[in-house]
């Protein structure tokens, strides 16, 4: 990818609003994950594009290109990682600790049935997460951290 161009669209990503937020940057999150997460109050300051920030120390939870700002306490759900006791996927209750715990053991049973119910109707990722992306891709990047390499023969 040329660097060029990434620095410049990095420029233009909206940036979570100092100084009660953290300066860094956020995800867009979908309409309809807004309704679930914020209050009526909390949404009318927002405008139509809304980001969240990843940010686990960062106390905005919501914020706008144009410097409005929600603080993560006001939201629905306080979700991992702003949370780090909140589990991984509120959807199904798997933790990261479950995760890191299977990588370890090579078992991927849990992480295998996730990503199938993932895609089921029981996955309400866009309700129940403040940011309203769905952990699997979480989920796997920590697997695969975490999984112990293969011994050498
Ligand atoms: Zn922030």
Same mark, same amino acid.
């Given at each position: 990818m040329n660097k060029a161009f990434v620095k410049e669209d990095d420029d233009k990503e909206p940036r979570c609003p100092q100084p009660e937020g953290c300066g860094g940057p956020g995800v867009t999150v979908p309409p309809n994950t807004v309704a679930a997460q914020a209050s009526d109050a909390a949404a009318a300051k927002l405008s139509d594009h809304v980001l969240y920030c990843l940010d686990p120390g960062c106390a905005v939870g919501y914020f706008d290109p144009w410097g409005a700002s929600v603080p993560a306490n006001d939201l629905a759900s306080l979700s991992w990682p702003k949370?780090?006791?909140?589990? &991984?996927?509120?959807?199904? +209750? &798997?933790? $990261?600790?479950?995760?890191?715990?299977?990588?370890? $053991?090579?078992?991927?049973?849990?992480?295998?049935? &996730?990503?199938?119910?993932?895609? +089921?109707?029981?996955?309400?990722?866009?309700?129940?997460?403040?940011? +309203?992306?769905?952990?699997?891709?979480?989920?796997? $990047?920590?697997?695969?951290?975490?999984m112990p390499p293969e011994p050498e023969e």
């Amino acid at each position: 990818m040329n660097k060029a161009f990434v620095k410049e669209d990095d420029d233009k990503e909206p940036r979570c609003p100092q100084p009660e937020g953290c300066g860094g940057p956020g995800v867009t999150v979908p309409p309809n994950t807004v309704a679930a997460q914020a209050s009526d109050a909390a949404a009318a300051k927002l405008s139509d594009h809304v980001l969240y920030c990843l940010d686990p120390g960062c106390a905005v939870g919501y914020f706008d290109p144009w410097g409005a700002s929600v603080p993560a306490n006001d939201l629905a759900s306080l979700s991992w990682p702003k949370d780090p006791t909140a589990p &991984l996927c509120p959807c199904f +209750g &798997l933790t $990261r600790e479950d995760v890191v715990e299977d990588a370890e $053991r090579k078992d991927p049973s849990r992480l295998r049935d &996730l990503i199938e119910k993932s895609t +089921g109707p029981a996955a309400s990722c866009a309700t129940r997460t403040p940011d +309203g992306r769905c952990c699997v891709t979480e989920a796997r $990047r920590l697997y695969m951290k975490h999984m112990p390499p293969e011994p050498e023969e």
